[in-house]
């Protein structure tokens, strides 16, 4: 990506120009403290799938799984952030990245892990976008069983008295 001059007027004509593998690298986002940690970046850009927080707004501190990375207008649109239309229909609303701070990272993409060089073994389910467990395999798991001091095994509280004496009487 060339860099523009300094001049506000060329910054926003480069803006509204710029092309969609440009616009992309304009649209990262930082990673939290723990994901910075661990893959030795300060910022990626926003895909689709990747968790974030969001930091202003109404919507403040929800994080939300992205749905949609609209290149188009620099906005992203988040699972379960709405808005309420006049005719009292929902409708998603978009949110600047700069609004935004990535805490789960989507790693179904080989390319991805690579660029941060990821290990394919230190990748959790999850993050491949991967079901942790499917209801046929929790079948086919043999039942846990309780330990000793589990609520389960503990003598339930006796139950509450009933007026069988006043019935007696």
Do not use: C
């Not at 893959?39 to 749905?67: I, M």
């Not at 229909?89 to 990535?102: A, F, G, N």
């Amino acid at each position: 990506m060339r860099s523009s001059p300094h001049s506000p007027r060329r910054q926003r004509k480069a803006l509204y120009t710029a092309s969609s593998f440009q616009r992309r690298r304009r649209m990262t986002v930082p990673l939290s403290r723990d994901l910075r940690r661990r893959f030795h970046a300060r910022s990626l850009p926003l895909r689709k799938g990747d968790t974030v927080r969001v930091l202003s707004g109404s919507f403040v501190g929800r994080e939300e799984r992205v749905a949609k990375v609209d290149r188009r207008g620099y906005s992203v649109i988040l699972d379960n952030v709405t808005l309420k239309t006049g005719e009292e229909k929902l409708k998603p609303l978009p949110i600047r990245t700069m609004h935004l701070v990535i805490t789960r990272l989507n790693l179904s993409d080989p390319w991805r892990r690579r660029a941060l060089r990821v290990a394919d073994a230190d990748v959790t389910p999850e993050e491949r976008g991967e079901a942790p467990a499917d209801e046929e395999s929790v079948e086919a798991l043999p039942a846990p069983t309780a330990a000793p001091d589990t609520p389960a095994t503990k003598p339930s509280a006796p139950a509450p008295a009933t007026d069988d004496a006043t019935e007696d009487a």
